[in-house]
């Protein structure tokens, strides 16, 4: 699109009611929202005007439900000349104070909420009580029952934007995934070390998303010294996690207690798990009696550790076969081969980080899940997952009735699944819910 907004008469001298010398003034082209740079239209006189985020009449809604995002479509302009991750307060068109946010100069989300209480003061001790409150609600689930790993801070969802925190053991892991939490990396690491005296934090700063947000990768040592060997214990199984190199922030959390579900069903069954990684659902499955077990993964390093990993919870590796291929492939392979199975996992990466991927991933999904349901035996069950931002539980749904359909089969579904409670979604955040899972069983 290379049509640009006319000026509003009123932009680049009006004195915003929001604040007293607003001379310095970037306004985003409101008509352009693939194209994040920002235009400055007026710089008058050298005085530095106060910061402050002005958006468009009506665009406040959002901010008054709570959402914590304002997309750069909303904003009428941003005074000051704010660099990214500064503190910024947001106001509607009339000047009134709505939040206290965090600036993203080059993303399409041009501020996350901090606060919306005028009167908090965006510093240390406000971040020390967000993640004492973050770390207190786990302790009240009483997660730490059943695993050393966990969750301590999901992003948005703790109030904390950008900031996620995994635990495996005493160490722990942040990520950093927007200019905010960037911003604010050290008083977060120093907090952590406070609050929880792990013997490292590392920093796995290195998702999608920082792209977005024009931020570098980051990965190393912030705090101590990372052990040789880091491992969480997850309803009694270990697994070794590598911190450094493995994705996400080394190990697939989310799933723990739909893997432990996975478990609980699998005695005496043939198991097919798609998307192993380091053999979570697969260990579950052969603890608990499955018949057999094939895990697939594209990845060999995931593939050593899940093996590995096997044989740390001195599990019967007699019973397990790992293919490292494209599961696309194989599902074909199997297919083809007449192999049935009794139970299916399903739990393939990201294929739609955002709704523009819906369409392509939609057909991805549904694929997979057709050859699933054809290769399940009658009264077999298919744990099938989406972990894309970009699909809905709806959508999702409509996928696998789809394919169920496609495959000639007769599928209920027995249980929706999520993330698990260490992973809280925020009400007014429902992008936060971005895990979504189906048992079906097929007729
Ligand atoms: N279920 C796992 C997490 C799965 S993450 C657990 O509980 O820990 C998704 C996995 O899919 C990753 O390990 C990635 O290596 C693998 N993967 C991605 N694309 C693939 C493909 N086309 N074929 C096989 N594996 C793939």
Redesign the pocket.
């Known amino acids: 699109m290379s049509q640009s907004k006319p000026r509003s008469p009123s932009t680049p001298h009006r004195q915003s009611q929001g604040g007293k010398d607003f001379r310095k003034r970037v306004q985003r082209d409101k008509q352009q929202p693939d194209k994040p740079a920002l235009q400055t239209v007026a710089r008058v006189g050298a005085a530095s005007a106060k910061p402050c985020i002005t958006l468009n009449a009506g665009r406040e809604k959002s901010l008054q439900r709570r959402h914590p995002w304002i997309f750069s479509g909303a904003v009428e302009c941003i005074d000051g000349a704010p660099s990214s991750g500064d503190t910024l307060p947001v106001r509607d068109a009339e000047g009134k104070f709505l939040a206290w946010a965090a600036y993203s100069a080059d993303s399409q989300i041009t501020a996350r909420m901090w606060s919306w209480s005028e009167q908090d003061v965006i510093d240390k001790a406000f971040f020390h009580s967000r993640i004492a409150n973050a770390l207190a609600a786990r302790r009240t689930l009483g997660l730490e029952r059943d695993s050393n790993g966990m969750r301590l801070i999901h992003a948005e969802s703790d109030g904390l934007p950008g900031l996620i925190v995994d635990q495996y053991g005493d160490v722990l892991v942040m990520q950093l995934g927007s200019a905010g939490a960037d911003h604010w990396r050290e008083t977060f690491a120093d907090i952590l070390q406070e609050l929880c005296a792990p013997v490292c934090i590392y920093e796995r700063s290195d998702s999608d998303g920082r792209e977005r947000e024009g931020l570098p990768i980051r990965i190393g040592v912030v705090r101590g010294t990372l052990p040789d060997k880091v491992e969480v214990t997850e309803n009694g199984l270990r697994f070794a996690v590598d911190v450094a190199a493995g994705?996400k922030t080394g190990?697939?959390l989310d799933?723990r207690d739909n893997?432990a579900l996975t478990g609980m069903l699998a005695q005496d069954k043939d198991v097919l798990?798609?998307?192993?990684?380091?053999?979570?659902?697969s260990l579950y499955a052969l603890r608990n009696g499955a018949k057999s077990v094939l895990s697939?993964?594209?990845?060999q390093e995931?593939l050593h550790l899940a093996q590995a990993n096997v044989k740390l919870n001195g599990l019967d590796s007699s019973r397990a076969e790992w293919q490292c291929?494209?599961?696309?492939e194989?599902l074909r392979k199997l297919r083809d081969q007449n192999r049935k199975f009794d139970l299916i996992?399903l739990?393939?990466?990201k294929f739609a980080p955002t709704a523009a991927f819906a369409e392509k991933a939609s057909r991805a999904y549904k694929d997979i899940n057709l050859l699933g349901f054809k290769l399940l035996r009658p009264g077999g069950l298919l744990f099938t997952y989406s972990c894309s931002g970009g699909i809905s539980d709806d959508l999702f749904q409509k996928i696998i009735a789809g394919a169920a359909l496609d495959a000639g089969v007769d599928a209920q579904i027995v249980k929706k699944l999520h993330a698990a409670a260490d992973h809280p979604v925020l009400l007014s955040f429902p992008e936060g819910a971005y895990l979504k899972g189906l048992v079906l069983r097929v007729g």
């Open positions: 994705q190990f697939y799933q893997r798990n798609c998307f192993c990684y380091t053999g979570g659902f697939i993964d594209s990845s995931a291929a494209d599961v696309f194989v996992v739990d393939p990466p």
